[in-house]
C-alpha cells in the first residue's frame, strides 16, 4: 500500500497543505464565487507615504 493511501483508508483528519487548499478551493467553487483571470488591487496610500518619508530620510542621513 502507498503511503498517500492511508490517508484514504484512516478516514477524516485534519488537513493540511495541499489539502486545505484544495477543500477551500472547493468550499469556494461551491459558494458561487467565480474564479477570474483578472487580479485587481489596490494601493494603500499609507503604507506608500510612509515608504517614500523613510526612503527620504535615508537619502537625507546619507548626505548629512
Known sequence: MLPSNDRIISGPG????RDAIVAAWKDARGAGFIS??????TWNALAV??????????MV???V
Not at 14 to 17: K, L, V
Not at 49 to 58: C, D, N, Y
Open 49 to 58: 507615504v510612509v515608504g517614500l518619508l523613510a526612503i527620504l530620510s535615508v
Open 14 to 17: 485534519t488537513q493540511t497543505g
Open 36 to 41: 477570474s483571470r483578472e487580479v485587481v488591487s
Open 61 to 63: 542621513a546619507a548626505l
